[in-house]
């Protein structure tokens, strides 16, 4: 069902915005006839009304933990952290169970040189 808007002497087309401060009776909208062409235009369907506002989502869950890649016990104790160069933030992250130089061990996006043997 829908309430006729007052007439005025403005059209209202698709092109203009449709008219703002209306109390929309819950199920209902509102017909516009433009008082010059006589086209019948709703302003603002049913759908727009307030019985269609925004329902509560389920909260979500994290789910399954991060499946954190792990480096080999034996390699990471050979690994000497000051032969990568970090080239961007891939330190832990929040939740990241892995150490500093776990991290840098495992990133393939740091920069790797070869230490200096002083003799």
Known sequence: MFFDLPSD???IHPEHDPPT???????KGYRHVCPGC?????VIPP????TQRAKPQKEQSNGDPVPWPRADPKALAAFDPATKVC???CGQAVGDPRSE???????????RFEKE???
């Open 101 to 111: 130089n776990e991290c840098k061990f495992l990133c393939d996006l740091c920069w």
């Open 38 to 42: 006589k086209t019948v235009k709703d």
């Open 117 to 119: 043997q002083s003799k």
């Open 21 to 27: 401060g209306l109390y929309i009776p819950p199920g």
């Open 87 to 89: 080239s961007h933030n």
């Open 47 to 50: 759908q727009y009304s307030l």
């Open 9 to 11: 002497k403005t059209c």
